[in-house]
């Protein structure tokens, strides 16, 4: 295998454990907000366990992946060059808007520690954030073109629309 091969496989995996990551911390942000409401015997339980869950999530999975695909993202710039190319810049946008978002994650985790949540709405939308800039990183990769996240974006619109319209049949049954 060689060197270029190693850097993209590497960087796969480091991609999909940090999605997998945000998606299982985003899911249980959801959780805890929730644990905060409920009654304070089983808020008593709850609670630390999900901060647990959380930490050791966030320290062991999360934190180590975003900094693997940091570091095998910019060995994969060296080897080929790609930030000379317009679509790299426009992935650039996502990426940067991606770290933001890893470090507004961590906040949230740090004030769910402190009893503070956002609604467990406004988390549900936070959690559906990620998977909108997976769909922009790496349509926009992959089409290796500047507007590649509109495929992206056209492909989550359908998804939902499709998924929207197979929950609202059940729900009539």
């Not at 190693?6 to 480091?14: C, D, M, T, Y």
């Not at 911390?25 to 644990?35: K, V």
């Amino acid at each position: 295998m060689n060197t270029y091969s190693w850097a993209l496989s590497l960087h796969i995996v480091s991609i999909v454990s940090w999605f997998a990551g945000l998606f299982y911390l985003g899911r249980l942000f959801i959780y805890h907000a929730e644990a905060l409401g409920k009654p304070e015997a089983e808020r008593a339980v709850l609670v630390p366990q999900f901060a647990l869950m959380e930490r050791r999530l966030w320290s062991a999975i999360t934190n180590p992946a975003s900094i693997a695909t940091f570091v095998t993202g910019a060995w994969l710039l060296y080897l080929t060059g790609a930030w000379r190319l317009p679509w790299f810049h426009a992935k650039l946008v996502f990426l940067i808007l991606l770290y933001a978002y890893h470090g507004r994650s961590g906040r949230i985790r740090r004030g769910l520690l402190e009893g503070r949540a956002p609604s467990v709405k406004a988390l549900r939308f936070w959690n559906e954030a990620a998977t909108v800039l997976l769909f922009a990183i790496v349509f926009t990769a992959v089409s290796k073109q500047a507007f590649g996240a509109g495929y992206g974006l056209v492909a989550v619109a359908i998804l939902t629309a499709v998924g929207g319209g197979i929950f609202w049949a059940k729900k009539k049954k």
